[in-house]
């Protein structure tokens, strides 16, 4: 099965709009870590955003945040005021497990394209 | 601060040959990993080490992948005999291992055609 799932193989976007990105995992851990990473056509994977299934509140970095919701097991990346910069694949990842687990599970990715 | 560096960027080989790419972590990381990217299978990680010692290494395709990492500044990943389904990105990744919210950063990746 299965362990992160998003359902969007493409995006496109108008600039300056917001996004939100889907991500959905699978997992009976109590303790994980999920992840978003971006992927720009030069082919490297930046980090982007971290979100632990302990913190209370929605990680936010810049104008990356997350929208974190435990019961429904989705973990959607929200990016504000959408840059052509923006444009690459994003990918989800999961860490199951406490510390020293540190195995990540990434999803297929979705590719967005924001037009001028 | 330098992040992870992969050698070489590109390969290009003779099926039937052996490729060797290299990895250097993150100065201060103790887990590092070998991924590979492809259209059809998406991002896989192969192996990973912590603190130089491999821990799960069922990713390997088979016995033509292997994996070693002689010290904590130094990684290698070998591929004897390469075939054409061995073509794809090959990532490494470094991480401080002992704190849960510690992301992985990756190198550039090495772009492997098997000819």
């Known amino acids: 099965a299965q362990k992160i799932t998003q359902t969007q193989p493409g995006m496109f976007v108008q600039e300056k709009e917001a996004v939100t990105l889907d991500c959905t995992y699978d997992?009976?851990?109590?303790?994980?870590?999920l992840f978003w990473y971006k992927q720009p056509s030069s082919g490297e994977m930046i980090f982007l955003i971290y979100?632990?299934?302990?913190?209370?509140q929605n990680a936010t970095e810049g104008r990356y945040s997350l929208n974190f919701q435990k019961a429904r097991k989705s973990a959607n990346l929200v990016i504000s005021a959408s840059q052509l910069g923006d444009s690459a694949m994003y990918f989800c990842?999961?860490?199951?497990?406490?510390?020293?687990?540190?195995?990540?599970?990434f999803g297929q990715g979705t590719r967005l394209t924001i037009n001028p | 601060d330098a992040g992870v560096i992969q050698s070489p960027r590109h390969e290009v080989t003779e099926m039937g040959q052996e490729v060797t790419l290299r990895c250097k972590p993150i100065s201060g990381h103790n887990s590092l990993f070998w991924y590979r990217q492809t259209m059809m299978r998406g991002l896989e990680l192969l192996i990973y080490f912590n603190n130089n010692v491999p821990i799960d290494d069922s990713g390997m395709p088979e016995d033509r992948f292997s994996a070693k990492m002689p010290n904590a500044s130094f990684s290698t990943l070998k591929i004897q005999p390469s075939e054409p389904r061995d073509s794809a990105v090959y990532f490494c990744?470094?991480?401080?291992?002992?704190?849960?919210?510690?992301?992985?950063?990756f190198g550039d990746g090495t772009r492997l055609s098997i000819l």
């Open positions: 979100q632990g299934s302990y913190d209370e």
């Open positions: 990744a470094s991480s401080w291992g002992q704190v849960s919210n510690q992301p992985q950063h």
């Open positions: 997992t009976s851990d109590q303790s994980y870590g």
């Open positions: 990842a999961m860490r199951e497990g406490s510390q020293g687990a540190q195995k990540l599970v």
